[in-house]
């Protein structure tokens, strides 16, 4: 970007607004961002927050932007509805491990721990103390199957894995970098095998080339143990309700 261009853009990008865009007798949240990249208005959903986003060019009118929305009303009305339910952590919930249902049970009978019996996981402790400590097992429960995966496909192309994270992402399941540092979404540990299969396949293919290229893709088949038709189309469909799970 030239010197006079960028002299021409704000140094700091405004803060994001909550809009409410009004539909029939429904009133209705947007955030509303703007992004020097935007070449235009555009309205995308945010189902970890469960909320419309609108995005704008920096040099748009607002009222521009907030038309746009407007003309939309109906769209971001039936996104909306669409979204799943929240999924809360706790006592008689259902939840997947791995893709095997599993109810919670708040034992209070019993101090500190969390483990897994009979299609049951018990969580100990106080109540307060439900949701984190259930997170923190299922992460852990998460790390015992991903850490030698990653491995063991890093093996299968001869590339080093600096370094293997497991985090709230909330925009991408998983990421590898250009110095072969790897991230994945805890929420993973709530989906079928097959599908966190093709996604260290997918990342530890990065691990050769850091694009999405024929190339790539022949990579990631050849690494992943299944055919990857089958987990792409579990996550498009099932993806937004693997956010909803937890606090």
Not at 168 to 185: E, K
Request: with cysteine.
């Amino acid at each position: 970007m030239s010197s006079w261009f960028s002299r021409l853009l704000p140094k700091t990008l405004p803060e994001p607004e909550q809009l409410t865009i009004a539909h029939g007798a429904d009133t209705l949240a947007v955030t509303f961002v703007r992004n020097a990249r935007a070449r235009r208005a555009s309205l995308r959903v945010d189902p970890a927050n469960r909320r419309i986003v609108l995005t704008a060019p920096l040099r748009m009118a607002r009222g521009t932007a907030v038309g746009f929305a407007e003309a939309q009303a109906g769209w971001i009305a039936t996104r909306l509805r669409r979204l799943p339910e929240r999924r809360p952590f706790r006592d008689g919930a259902e939840i997947p491990v791995f893709g095997v249902p599993h109810v919670i049970r708040h034992r209070t009978d019993r101090r500190g721990t969390v483990w897994r019996q009979d299609g049951e996981i018990h969580v100990a402790g106080g109540i307060d103390h439900l949701p984190r400590r259930l997170r923190d097992w299922l992460v852990a429960e998460l790390k015992v199957r991903l850490v030698p995966l990653v491995h063991a496909k890093a093996a299968q192309v001869e590339r080093p894995v600096k370094r293997i994270t497991v985090r709230d992402s909330r925009s991408r399941w998983g990421s590898c970098g250009p110095d072969a540092a790897m991230s994945f979404s805890w929420r993973l540990v709530f989906a079928p095998p097959e599908v966190l299969d093709y996604l260290v396949a997918h990342e530890v293919a990065h691990l050769v080339h850091l694009n999405h290229s024929p190339r790539f893709w022949a990579l990631a088949r050849t690494l992943c143990d299944g055919p990857i038709e089958r987990p792409q189309a579990w996550l498009k469909q099932n993806g937004e309700v693997l956010l909803q799970y937890g606090e």
